[in-house]
């Protein structure tokens, strides 16, 4: 059947199966390949996409349930102009990347939290992020880059980046 | 070596981390080429065997699938490994040594169908008594996994007389130590996609690319130049991308050449758990003696690792524990035999750290034991005897600069007391210390050469380009931060390749913690060449003399009058037209080890990096539930390249030694791996973080650039280390088996009470 649904603000059809994975239909069907597929069982959080806001993992997550929702991936996060998100540069700054490849569902995690509470405690931080998992930074530097993320999203603050 | 710099030292963000954060990046299962299949590994499911009968045909009736390999179709030898004699075939052909050994290879048209399809191969096996435990594999009677035996390596270091001095000793101290198996559990599984030509190009997340292409090539029965190996971004691999990515290369090559379409394998975590290396469990004895001023005399060890099915990397592996085993300390005598064995079992091998995680936390443990017997304080022990410069180590090595122990143990000592740290009815509190050297770079594992390239274009800008990996360590960034210091350019004009076979020089494995030193004192060699070139070029156009002409900030400056400056694009420039080189390759070899092979006496590292760590602990005496309150990791780095990167490292490496310490054991039930995923199989989550404090000696290192040394492994070892000491001196309780889990503390603090 065709899936119908909102992507990175963009409304998009893919066929696939209703039983389909969601995170196939974004690297396959999309071409959307930041989504990344780590344990294939939602015990890693390397897939998070952001689902009406909320982050799901693409894995577990079927294509069925995205009809006619929205969808938020890491290609959707930096603006138009290739500006990056205050999350994104905040990543970076902190030194919160190393390998890369839980990062975008490390970002959309965060994003998920930032949303829904400006200026989250730490206790939040490891609580949005607890089904991410990363084995190469040893978390200290995510967290600060999620704190650093909240102050610089404060309304009012220098979103700039370096 | 270098007074003032501009550029080193400073927090620079990774140089390639934009597309990381964007979703850019391109790993290996991010290619996509027309007409690609997919393939999926049939594994024993048995831990020993023989190969009776594998029938392929209800694999070939699964819609979808295009084609099954078996042994008898891999044209070339059929083996891999590290060290000849290879032991380890691509595809069993005959005997199963372990459970997830690879028998089969099916490839179809969708991933989904090659796993249907490798469900469906008929493998018949008769099944032996596995030899699951050192023990059994050592018995005189036991089974011979691989016709050499069930030996697969051991060697001896002697430095002076341990028996005698032993009978000279106020206080002896003897033990057993235990340490499990450990999963890599990087996030990306190992994945590798080949596309087939008149030359084969294999993009791959690995970690050594000249080696995967060696391998890859002989199997395919075609010379190494009809391989090109592309290392995609890489998500982790501490080790574990070697031997899997060769495995997976080669058949994923091999599939392509018969299909004559490109082939995409990638590992689920299940595989990538029971099918690639793991770090190898350990036993070690250890008996050491000491003079009652606290003045350690002898140490002897015994070290056995069980190495699983394959050889691997076991060889070096048991090397660096046979000359990590006595620990930093400076002991006239001492007696060290480590050996490796086969068992049925995954087989184990390179994993950060490298063997030095597993004697370090033994060897630490005896020490505070010892300190404990003496009536000495923790750090004094380490002080008495922890090596200085111009002291002989275990190998007899003496270094006459950076060594920078002591330093760490007194950055240690001088931070204050953590505060809040007081027991209740519920709540125990302890500290732990522990101290750490890591030979840096390839060392007695082998001959250490890095090839590097840097050029400049005329608009000044710069691209590096070197066969050692980025594999989220950074090691492209302190590139980018060597050069850009050499050439006084800014850090963003720098590139660094992506590794390509066919683009780089062969720089030997990214392993043992030698980027910086080795490969970033290569960068180092290329790009002082390419400044002869612009300084020579500066000074004609300024008509003075080149020593007069310095680099920086973009510029040609007169070191005489800073006002009289050109942009060194413009230099760049006039030097291409005027036929200056600004390109150059340049190698790095260290000093060959020179050691006695009976003995393992005289050199056999380039340099050493030290450490000390401390570590408060809360114990809840009710839960076993262990909160660590305060981490403080220092470590003699010889000089900090990127801070941001180096933090990264000890943090990461930190949390690594947690696991081992705490959290991670691979479950064997008859020879099968029980938990291969990440809900049975506890990797840290951000909840279980670490606050590690990373502190910096820097003691330079002569060889190194700017004075620098790897340090990405060390941390794994003292950390290990640490959380056993800190646990234990909280508890009261001595525990000797790693790792230390909330439930075998509970169960301390309860045999505790009875006594």
Redesign the interface.
Known sequence: MVIRFTCNGRAVQVEAEPEARVIDVL?DGL???????????G??G?CTVLLDGKPVNACLLLAGKIVDRDVV???G??GEDGS?HPI?EA?????A????????GM?LSAKALLDEIDTPGVAE??EA??G????????????DAVLAASRRMAPGADRGG? | MVSSVSVIGK?I??VD???????????S??Y?FPGMVYGTVKRAGVPAGRIKSIDVTPANAVPGVVDVLVAADIPGPNLIGILPPLDQPVLASDEIRYAGESVALVVAESAEAARRGAQAVAVEIEAYEPILTVDAALAPDARKIHETGNVTFSKKLRKGEVESAFERADILVEGDYETSFQE??????ETVCAVPGRRFTLYASCQSPFHIRGHVAANLGVPASSVKVIQA????S?GGKDDVATEIGALACIAAQRLNRPVMIAH??KESIVGSNLRHAARIHIKTGALKDGRIIAREVRVLLDGGAYASESPFVTMKTLIHAAGPYNIENVSVESTSIYTNKTYCGAFRGFGVPQVTFASESQIDELAEKLGLDPLEIRRINGLRAGDPNATGQIYEQSVGLLETIEEIAKRPEPAGRKDDDRHVHGTGYAAVAQGISNGAEGIDVTGASVQMSQDGSVLVGIGLTE????SRTVYALIAAEVLGVDVDSVSVRSVDTDAVHDSGPTVASRSTTVGGMAVHKAASEVKKSLVSMAALMMKTEGENIELRDGFAVLRTDESARIPIASVATAAYWTGFPLMNLAFSKAPEANFDDETHQGDVYIAYNYGTHRMDVRVDTLTGEVTVLNHLAAHDVGRVINP??L??QV??????GFGLAHMERIQYVDGIIQNA???DYA?????D????ATITVEDPNPTGPFGAKGAGEPPVAATAAVFANAVADAVGVRFTRLPITREDILDALKRGNHD
């Open positions: 690297r071409r959307l390949t930041g989504t990344k597929e780590g344990c294939g069982r015990e890693c390397a991936t890491i290609e996060i930096a990056l994104q990543f970076l700054d902190t030194g990347v190393q390998c890369g490849f839980c990062t975008p970002i931080v490891e992020l607890a991410n998992l990363c084995r190469c930074t040893g978390y200290g530097k995510v967290v370096e | 927090r963000r990774k981390g934009r597309e990381m954060v964007t979703g850019e990046a391109k790993f299962g991010d996509i890599h559990a990087y996030l990306e599984p971004n890489t998500g982790g501490f689920e975590r594999l989220g360590q950074g941001l990167g933090e990264g943090e990461g490496a930190s949390l690594m995923n990440f809900a990797v840290p989550s951000i909840k973080r670490l606050p590690t």
